[in-house]
């Protein structure tokens, strides 16, 4: 299952610079998560300061 931001995001980048396969961009208004590419590591999560990133 991938991971996926949700609307608490505050758009700070922490969780596209720690994503080991670059599945995390800038979207509108929130950084989102390419289910796609997602490896579910938990690496958003583990480093984002309001905890958006959450396993679907």
Known sequence: MAYKISDECISCGACAADCPVSAISEGDGK??????????????????????????
Request: charged letters at 20%; aromatic letters at 4%; proline letters at 8%.
């Open 31 to 56: 950084y989102v998560i390419d289910a796609d590419a997602c490896i579910d590591c938990g690496s958003c999560a583990a480093t984002c300061p309001v905890g958006a990133p959450e396993a679907e």
